[in-house]
């Protein structure tokens, strides 16, 4: 395995945003009451001054704060891999390289995001942040962050996750935090919820309704959001910053870069800086691959239009893909990935014909992480496995055509909360969790009527 490293000074001092580069502007967003556009004063209930103003700029280049850049340098810049173990038992001319960011105080990259945005509520007097989590890694990396900042963090965990994986909870109880299995009865969108199903698993929009109805009713405190949104996808680029200098250390340039796509903040923050490099015409032919699962397929099988990022209905409808807001995903253990809608910016890429998405199933996903860890040693997130099932794949079809490739793909965090599941794979009771089209498209019929983006 070959490992490339960069020294603290090649950390980034800016972030990318890749707003003004799209090949046409975002579709606004629209209030969720009255469906006109919104303003950004109607996000200051939620949200701090500053991450409003990165959620609409149009600035190519964001400044990191000097605060922020210190604290990221306990683990950043973080290493890219040569998988040259797995191109060998693949038997494939391809090139595998991984930005790994498991090696966070959180194990993910979300504290690329959780810092900044912690951040930037202290300086502005807020006391207590709320968020959501699935799988547990946003929830830890805010908690993380909070402890940092002396803020309060309260986490809205997705029941399914909140028992399958009972280790990220004594983590974010570790640095402070609060947490509790969503739907709760703390508020008003949960109790609705569990009013109709005692036994709901939960989803991300359910657990987000919490948070955001917590936040709206308390004016100490403001909502923190784990993906999806652009100052998200904006503090993440410095995934993909690093590794463009990583790459140029290796003389390569991938011809297929890959990531796992739950909210979108984890593709879009290694993807991004090399998409520029596509739209600018520098690049043209390099491909992007969306990996997402097939029981939660919002780019595979979902619907363009305006969405709410939450059950109840009360964030701001996004222009995104979507399996509708109601939409109740399956219990599958790559909890990151249970959300019924992506990105802005990366659904306006995959409408342009700009981004491919590719859905998996359970088995195999653990299959391919199983002989990761065989060949390569790490023992990787289910959600990851889902960009690494993406990368085998093309590294197979390099093999068949008979031709090099270069492919990068990003591992967002490492397993080690998540050996249940690999024991579930291991012992043959890991059960794959098809979509059935009636329940889809349920769903989908109960979209707003503002429908088209």
């Not at 990318?16 to 009255?34: E, F, K, M, R």
């Not at 494939?92 to 991984?98: D, L």
């Not at 939450?310 to 909890?335: K, Q, S, W």
């Not at 249970?338 to 653990?366: I, M």
Request: glycine content about 8%; proline content about 8%.
């Amino acid at each position: 395995m070959k490992k490339f490293i960069l020294t603290e000074d090649a950390l980034p001092r800016q972030w990318y945003n890749i707003l003004p580069d799209l090949p046409a502007p975002l579709p606004p967003y629209l209030h969720p009451v009255t469906h006109e556009p919104l303003r950004p004063d109607d996000l200051a209930p939620l949200l701090p001054r500053t991450v409003i103003e990165q959620e609409f700029a149009q600035d190519r280049w964001i400044e990191i704060p000097e605060p922020v850049r210190d604290i990221y340098r306990m683990w950043r810049p973080t290493p890219l891999y040569r998988a040259d173990r797995l191109e060998k038992a693949l038997g494939t001319p391809a090139k595998i390289y991984f930005k790994y960011e498991g090696v966070s105080p959180a194990g993910s990259h979300k504290p690329n995001t959780a810092v900044p945005q912690v951040f930037y509520n202290s300086n502005e007097g807020v006391r207590r942040v709320t968020t959501e989590t699935g799988a547990g890694q946003w929830g830890s990396a805010l908690s993380f962050a909070g402890s940092l900042f002396g803020v309060g963090v309260t986490v809205y965990m997705v029941k399914a996750s909140y028992h399958q994986k009972p280790y990220r909870r004594s983590l974010m109880h570790t640095w402070g935090a609060e947490v509790f299995a969503s739907p709760s009865e703390r508020t008003q969108a949960g109790r609705d919820v569990l009013a109709k199903d005692p036994d709901s698993p939960g989803s991300l929009g359910m657990a987000i309704s919490e948070a955001v109805e917590d936040a709206l009713a308390h004016d100490d405190t403001r909502f923190a959001l784990g993906s999806a949104m652009n100052h998200v996808v904006l503090h993440q680029t410095v995934i993909g910053l690093e590794a463009q200098r990583q790459l140029e250390m290796a003389g390569d340039y991938p011809d297929v870069v890959i990531g796992c796509v739950g909210g979108g903040s984890n593709f879009a923050g290694l993807a991004f800086p090399f998409m520029a490099d596509r739209l600018s015409g520098s690049r043209a032919a390099t491909r992007f691959v969306a990996a997402e699962p097939a029981a939660c397929p919002t780019l595979t099988r979902g619907v363009y239009g305006y969405d709410y990022p939450d059950t109840a209905g009360l964030g701001p409808l996004l222009p995104m893909r979507t399996v509708g807001h109601n939409f109740i995903p399956a219990p599958i253990h790559a909890g990151g990935l249970r959300f019924h809608g992506d990105a802005p910016t990366l659904c306006a890429l995959h409408d342009k014909g700009h981004v491919e998405a590719r859905a998996y199933q359970q088995n195999e996903v653990f299959a391919e992480a199983v002989r990761f860890a065989r060949h390569e040693g790490f023992v990787i997130a289910p959600e990851s496995a889902h960009a690494l099932r993406g990368a085998v794949q093309e590294a197979l079809a390099a093999k068949e055509a008979g031709e090099e490739r270069t492919i990068l793909f990003g591992l967002s965090g490492h397993g080690n909360f998540d050996l249940a599941a690999f024991d579930a794979y291991l012992a043959g009771r890991l059960e794959d969790l098809p979509l059935p089209q009636e329940q889809l498209d349920e769903a989908l019929s109960e979209l707003p009527a503002t429908l088209r983006a």
